[in-house]
């Protein structure tokens, strides 16, 4: 069935330095694939996506890039924040089932200052 | 320029009780989305509807659990006869018919059995 899996489950890295997570889905007609910032007590919130006709997207500090082929897809943390501490969640879905995301399982990030 | 408002935050309920979890999609959406996160997981997809049509109840299992979205009013996930493994947070998601700009969250519910 579809999956996704997500790792590493907790990276820890030090204020101004950069956090990488990786995501791998099984279901190649996946062609959208965003990226959720879900803080204590609070919903996820998207914070950045990417769609299968693009390689890589960009938005400030923050970059996705998907490789197609391998069916891996990655989020790029520059010059990190102590904000940036919460818990991030990939995802993949297929257009032609209404919107369902299929979630990897967290990367809990710590910033230490 | 409300977001998905979800009520109650916090609810709880003795085993065999009813849940009945309420979500206002962002105005204008005509989507909505349900899931569940249990402690220390991701959020598993339970069911798609739109206005007075559920779209997809893959992710719902198949007893005591059931959804609906009004033509007028909230969406509703209701749990009858609640055990303990239904506690979880339980998330809302709205989007706009075409989708582009993906999907909006609420805070959750919050659901614990005792």
């Known amino acids: 069935g579809e999956n996704v899996e997500q790792h590493p489950s907790t990276l820890s890295v030090q204020e101004g330095d950069s956090a990488v997570i990786k995501c791998t889905y099984s279901?190649?007609?996946?062609?959208?694939f965003p990226w959720y910032k879900q803080e204590l007590g609070k919903g996820p919130q998207l914070i950045i996506d990417?769609?299968?006709?693009?390689g890589e997207k960009k938005d400030q500090r923050i970059a996705v890039t998907l490789n197609k082929t391998a069916k891996h897809f990655s989020l790029h943390i520059t010059e990190t924040q102590p904000e940036d501490s919460a818990v991030y969640f990939c995802?993949?879905?297929?257009?032609?089932?209404?919107?369902?995301?299929?979630f990897g399982q967290g990367t809990e990030l710590s910033v230490k200052p | 320029n409300a977001g998905v408002m979800q009520n109650p935050r916090h609810l709880v309920r003795r085993r065999g009780q009813e849940a009945r979890l309420r979500c206002s999609p962002v105005?204008?959406?005509?989507?909505v989305y349900w899931y569940r996160q249990l402690p220390e997981e991701g959020l598993k997809f339970m069911v798609y509807?739109?206005?007075?049509?559920?779209?997809?109840e893959s992710g719902m299992p198949k007893e005591r659990f059931s959804a609906e979205f009004p033509k007028e009013g909230p969406s509703i996930l209701r749990i009858q006869q609640v055990v303990r493994g239904d506690s979880a947070a339980y998330f809302c998601?709205?989007?706009?018919?075409?989708?582009?700009?993906?999907?909006?969250f609420g805070s959750g519910t919050r659901l614990t059995v005792v």
């Open positions: 998601a709205s989007s706009p018919q075409d989708r582009r700009f993906g999907y909006t």
């Open positions: 105005k204008g959406h005509s989507h």
């Open positions: 995802a993949a879905s297929k257009g032609n089932q209404g919107g369902k995301l299929i």
């Open positions: 279901d190649s007609a996946s062609n959208y």
């Open positions: 509807l739109q206005k007075e049509n559920i779209i997809d």
């Open positions: 990417i769609r299968s006709n693009v």
